[in-house]
């Protein structure tokens, strides 16, 4: 569905779905009581490319005792969003079916128990799903105050990108000092971490396809380096090797993440863009006293979710905006999210595209 932005208002208004097809969205915390106020969301029709995106209403999401109502201003889109468009990442149980991370928005409705916020505040949220909407229910643990001195569309990118890299570099117990290498600098996850990392003193190496994106790493604070131009390993090696390696390549890098690694240093894959599966080295890792670290965001346990939230509160919310910001690439309107997913598929992105739902 191809809208311009303008014209959002006016299909919203005309686009009211049959019972049935509203009844289909209708999921967990998204109560029949609340049926008479419809909220716009962005929803797929089936598994498959960015056409099975489009516009459609769900019931406003109620309020269980512990969460807030956001009221969206901006949503960020994440590769995982395009996984479950492909029907290749469910949303977890209870979650929206519609797919969203992260938002930044206003407080517009609490359930009874919430203690952390007010009607009205400014704030960002990680969500487990439901985020393209112009609302969204979201348990008040995982909320945090909008940093003073970012857009709505920079606060509605930060969350899922600030959690999955500060979670992981206190995985890998990265300290200041050490050597980071992020690879994948110039994606949404890799241009927060480079900016983090470096904010708690550490070196950072990025690499990045091109001397371009590679350039807009150096940018963040990083040593820039281009995939394409050379030999990463040796590049690296020349560099002295990396005590953390953030990695969002996966099997196809395992071998080269290795051969980087310095002694008593921690391999953390967050990603797998090179693949699934791949052979490991043990004499390597051994001989290294190595660690190799998986972990995921969205499907932990709320508990440790809460904790991630609190900490990148506590650890990184210190330095937004001075040393830390979000590069926002684009920002599309919520009805507009199957060019946002062209965009990101095409690999054209330096850091975060946003959805921006009507108000
Ligand atoms: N485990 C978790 O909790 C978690 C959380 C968030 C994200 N992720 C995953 O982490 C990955 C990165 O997320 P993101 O939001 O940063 O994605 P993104 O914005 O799409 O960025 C992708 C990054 O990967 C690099 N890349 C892609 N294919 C590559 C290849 N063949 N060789 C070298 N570099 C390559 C890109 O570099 P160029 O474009 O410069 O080539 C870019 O820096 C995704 O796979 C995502 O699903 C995991």
Redesign the pocket.
């Given at each position: 569905m191809h809208l311009d932005p303008s014209l959002i208002g006016t299909f919203a208004e005309n686009l009211k779905p049959a019972a049935s097809q509203t009844e289909t969205l209708y999921r967990g915390r998204y109560d029949a009581n609340h049926w008479g106020v419809d909220v716009i969301i962005s929803t797929l029709r089936g598994f498959g490319g960015p056409e099975v995106l489009h516009l459609a209403e769900a019931p406003d999401p109620a309020p269980s005792p512990h969460d807030v109502v956001v009221a969206v201003r901006a949503a960020g889109v994440?590769?995982?969003d395009l996984?479950q468009r492909e029907g290749r990442y469910p949303p977890p149980a209870g979650s929206p079916e519609w797919p969203g991370l992260e938002v930044a928005g206003e407080v517009v409705e609490m359930g009874g128990r919430v203690t952390r916020w007010q009607l009205g505040d400014a704030v960002c949220a990680l969500v487990a799903g439901g985020g393209y909407a112009q609302r969204v229910a979201v348990h008040e643990d995982l909320v945090l105050p909008r940093p003073d001195g970012l857009s709505w569309e920079e606060a509605g990118s930060i969350v899922?990108?600030a959690c999955?890299a500060w979670s992981t570099l206190e995985a890998a117990d990265a300290r200041a000092g050490q050597t980071l290498l992020v690879?994948?600098?110039?994606?949404?996850?890799?241009s927060l971490a480079i900016q983090i990392a470096a904010a708690h003193g550490m070196r950072v190496l990025a690499?990045?396809?091109?001397s371009d994106?590679a350039a807009r790493c150096e940018a963040l604070g990083a040593v820039g380096i281009d995939?394409t131009a050379g030999d990463v390993v040796d590049r690296v090696r020349e560099l002295g090797g990396a005590d953390v390696i953030l990695d969002?390549?996966g099997a196809?890098a395992l071998a080269d993440n290795l051969a980087m690694l310095r002694p008593d240093g921690a391999l953390a894959v967050?990603?797998?863009?090179?693949g699934v599966r791949g052979e490991l080295d043990l004499g390597r890792l051994l001989a290294l006293r190595g660690r190799l670290i998986g972990?995921?965001?969205?499907a932990r346990p709320h508990a440790q979710k809460a904790a991630i939230v609190r900490a990148v509160e506590r650890d990184v919310w210190p330095f937004v905006p001075t040393q830390v910001r979000p590069v926002v690439h684009g920002a599309f309107a919520l009805g507009e999210a199957d060019h946002a997913h062209r965009a990101?598929e095409s690999?054209d992105?330096f850091g975060?595209l946003v959805l921006t739902p009507p108000r």
């Amino acid at each position: 569905m191809h809208l311009d932005p303008s014209l959002i208002g006016t299909f919203a208004e005309n686009l009211k779905p049959a019972a049935s097809q509203t009844e289909t969205l209708y999921r967990g915390r998204y109560d029949a009581n609340h049926w008479g106020v419809d909220v716009i969301i962005s929803t797929l029709r089936g598994f498959g490319g960015p056409e099975v995106l489009h516009l459609a209403e769900a019931p406003d999401p109620a309020p269980s005792p512990h969460d807030v109502v956001v009221a969206v201003r901006a949503a960020g889109v994440n590769r995982a969003d395009l996984l479950q468009r492909e029907g290749r990442y469910p949303p977890p149980a209870g979650s929206p079916e519609w797919p969203g991370l992260e938002v930044a928005g206003e407080v517009v409705e609490m359930g009874g128990r919430v203690t952390r916020w007010q009607l009205g505040d400014a704030v960002c949220a990680l969500v487990a799903g439901g985020g393209y909407a112009q609302r969204v229910a979201v348990h008040e643990d995982l909320v945090l105050p909008r940093p003073d001195g970012l857009s709505w569309e920079e606060a509605g990118s930060i969350v899922e990108a600030a959690c999955t890299a500060w979670s992981t570099l206190e995985a890998a117990d990265a300290r200041a000092g050490q050597t980071l290498l992020v690879q994948g600098g110039s994606g949404g996850v890799g241009s927060l971490a480079i900016q983090i990392a470096a904010a708690h003193g550490m070196r950072v190496l990025a690499t990045a396809r091109g001397s371009d994106r590679a350039a807009r790493c150096e940018a963040l604070g990083a040593v820039g380096i281009d995939y394409t131009a050379g030999d990463v390993v040796d590049r690296v090696r020349e560099l002295g090797g990396a005590d953390v390696i953030l990695d969002v390549l996966g099997a196809g890098a395992l071998a080269d993440n290795l051969a980087m690694l310095r002694p008593d240093g921690a391999l953390a894959v967050i990603g797998l863009q090179r693949g699934v599966r791949g052979e490991l080295d043990l004499g390597r890792l051994l001989a290294l006293r190595g660690r190799l670290i998986g972990t995921t965001l969205r499907a932990r346990p709320h508990a440790q979710k809460a904790a991630i939230v609190r900490a990148v509160e506590r650890d990184v919310w210190p330095f937004v905006p001075t040393q830390v910001r979000p590069v926002v690439h684009g920002a599309f309107a919520l009805g507009e999210a199957d060019h946002a997913h062209r965009a990101l598929e095409s690999g054209d992105v330096f850091g975060k595209l946003v959805l921006t739902p009507p108000r």
